[in-house]
């Protein structure tokens, strides 16, 4: 099932992301990145949860993904999947129902080397490689962006 995401959300969505990160991850990003990496200010997820358009998808009771998109940047700014879900499907769902629920005609992300090949497959084209600084570890990533079809 697939819900708004609510502020209640943030504890187990920060639980899901730190796990998620930490293992899916660990075949591209260095111990100190992925720590640099998870080590996040709650206060910055506290706004983006109350004040960006995100989405959660529910299996049992249970949080299985999650997606917030940035509406003023045009930036899918969360995406992330618990790792017992991962490659199932379940990303990709809540992906599709998020732009169906998203007013513009393209949107951006940053994807890590991890989540490259998600986003490329689900429409995604690379724009330039990009280093993000996290608690002074250099991550790379790719600002990306997708063009997305009105009817």
């Given at each position: ?22 293992i899916l991850c660990k075949n591209d990003y ?112 790719f600002f990306m962006k997708k063009k997305i079809?009105?009817?």
């Amino acid at each position: 099932m697939i819900r708004k995401l609510d502020i209640k959300d943030l504890a187990p969505c920060i639980k899901l992301f730190k796990q998620s990160v930490s293992i899916l991850c660990k075949n591209d990003y260095t111990k100190e990145q992925i720590r640099a990496w998870i080590n996040i200010n709650q206060k910055a997820w506290e706004e983006k949860f109350q004040n960006q358009l995100g989405f959660i998808y529910e299996e049992k009771g249970q949080i299985v993904s999650f997606i917030s998109i940035n509406l003023e940047e045009k930036t899918l700014d969360l995406c992330f999947t618990h790792t017992n879900y991962a490659h199932q499907g379940y990303g990709k769902a809540l992906l599709e129902f998020a732009l169906k629920n998203y007013p513009y005609s393209e949107i951006y992300t940053f994807a890590s080397l991890s989540a490259k090949n998600f986003f490329l497959k689900a429409g995604f084209k690379i724009i330039k490689e990009n280093i993000a600084i996290r608690n002074q570890q250099e991550l790379k990533n790719f600002f990306m962006k997708k063009k997305i079809k009105r009817f």
